[in-house]
């Protein structure tokens, strides 16, 4: 089972930027479509990105525009790079595998938290 670790997280101003990285430990990272969430105190978890092995992209329209996903197989790590942040950004970021059969996996990292205020 492959194991991701989230990493970047921090407090930034509005307007700032931060880029989120997810390192995997399993050669299969480079066929599965992989998956930022994110998960606000209080709120459920949603899906902000996902990026297929093949880098075809997908975002929540409350992040198109300002986050792009990227990854690189040959490192086994995905990326978030976010610019323009805003208050309502601040949550626990993961990244995990998109399954195929949709729903979300059962296991997941232990974040990174993003806090955007000033």
């Known amino acids: 089972q492959v194991q991701l670790v989230e990493s970047g997280g921090g407090l930034v101003q509005p307007g700032g930027s931060l880029r989120l990285s997810c390192a995997a430990s399993?050669?299969?990272?480079?066929?599965?479509?992989m998956g930022w969430y994110r998960q606000a105190p209080g709120k459920q978890r949603e899906l902000v990105a996902s990026i297929t092995r093949l880098g075809n992209t997908n975002y929540a329209d409350s992040v198109k525009g300002r986050f792009t996903i990227s990854r690189d197989n040959a490192k086994l790590t995905a990326y978030l790079q976010m610019n323009s942040l805003k208050p309502e950004d601040t949550a626990t970021y993961y990244c995990?595998?998109?399954?195929?059969?949709?729903?979300?996996?059962?296991?997941w990292g232990r974040g990174t938290q993003v806090t955007v205020s000033s």
């Open positions: 995990n595998i998109i399954p195929v059969a949709g729903g979300t996996m059962n296991t």
């Open positions: 399993g050669s299969i990272f480079r066929v599965v479509t």
